[in-house]
Nanobody, 114 residues
Framework: QVQFVESGGGLVQPGGSLRLSCAASGFTFTAYNMAWYRQAPGKERELVARISASRNTDYADSVKDRFTISRDNAKNTVYLQMNSLKPEDTAVYYC????????WGQGTQVTVSS
């Protein structure tokens, strides 16, 4: 059974940093492109960043130069380092196999507020 367990969210002031983690299981992690998505209140879920099996990365314009996606294949884990956080980054963050139609994890809440 494919599963994604996100963690690391919380409340942070504008300009602060957080590191999200996603533990994946139930599939051959090293073979898949992975991604972080987010959904803000009243908005559609959007792609934030993706990392290929060969570690090529791509980012949404809104987070470029502030967020960094990485993966640890030995731990079946994907990370999202978020720096210079803004109030508009407030959302529930999810990780998943990129462009996969299966179920989502529970997500982790990130709130950026003073």
């Amino acid at each position: 059974q494919v599963q994604f367990v996100e963690s690391g969210g919380g409340l942070v002031q504008p300009g602060g940093s957080l590191r999200l983690s996603c533990a994946a299981s139930g599939f051959t992690f090293t073979a898949y492109n992975m991604a972080w998505y987010r959904q803000a209140p009243g908005k559609e879920r959007e792609l934030v960043a993706r990392i290929s099996a060969s570690r090529n990365t791509d980012y949404a314009d809104s987070v470029k130069d502030r967020f960094t996606i990485s993966r640890d294949n030995a731990k079946n884990t994907v990370y999202l380092q978020m720096n210079s956080l803004k109030p508009e980054d407030t959302a529930v963050y999810y990780c998943k196999i990129y462009a996969w139609a299966g179920s989502w994890g529970q997500g982790t809440q990130v709130t950026v507020s003073s």
